[in-house]
């Protein structure tokens, strides 16, 4: 059986206004607007973060949750950036890849290339995003995997 990476369902929006959709997602990102980030998020959203106990990360579920997760996000790398952004849409996913730039609360430096999958419902809402990073090996630590 082959995986589909959207949900199957036909799209309405045009490639071109979910592509501006991504580009004011990643404005909105990176003007650490959460207000602004979540307009663009239906009310029945998930979100999952590169990290956490889950093989998906740390899972948000609902428009309050995903709106708690951003703003942490926020406050966890104050001043954490995503640089070189490209984008790109297969049906109702968006597509982002970017390299993000920041500093933890405890000081530990953030560089790391990543993307996120966006998956967009009839009203061009995000009712799901998927976050990777890559992880980074520092001296201490040392390798951590293939």
């Known amino acids: 059986m082959k995986a589909r990476l959207d949900s199957g369902v036909p799209t309405t929006h045009s490639e071109a206004s979910l592509i501006a959709k991504l ?18 998020f239906a009310d029945h959203c998930t979100m999952n973060m590169p990290r956490g106990t889950q ?8 428009r309050a949750a995903v709106r708690a997760g951003v703003a ?16 790109a849409v297969v049906g109702d996913l968006g597509i982002s890849r970017w390299t993000v730039h920041g500093t933890t609360d405890s000081g530990e430096p953030v560089d790391a290339d990543g ?5 967009f419902d009839a009203d061009a809402k995000v009712v799901h995003k998927d976050s990777y990073w890559k992880l980074v090996d520092t001296p201490s630590t040392g390798p951590t995997g293939a």
């Not at 580009?23 to 663009?40: C, I, K, P, Q, S």
């Not at 093989?55 to 609902?62: K, Q, T």
């Open 23 to 40: 580009e004011g997602l990643a404005d909105a990102f990176n003007r650490h607007d959460t207000d602004a980030v979540l307009d663009f």
């Open 72 to 87: 942490e996000r926020f406050k966890g790398v104050p001043d954490v950036r995503w640089e070189g952004a490209a984008h």
């Open 115 to 119: 993307c996120d999958f966006y998956f």
């Open 55 to 62: 093989p998906c990360g740390r899972r948000f579920e609902g």
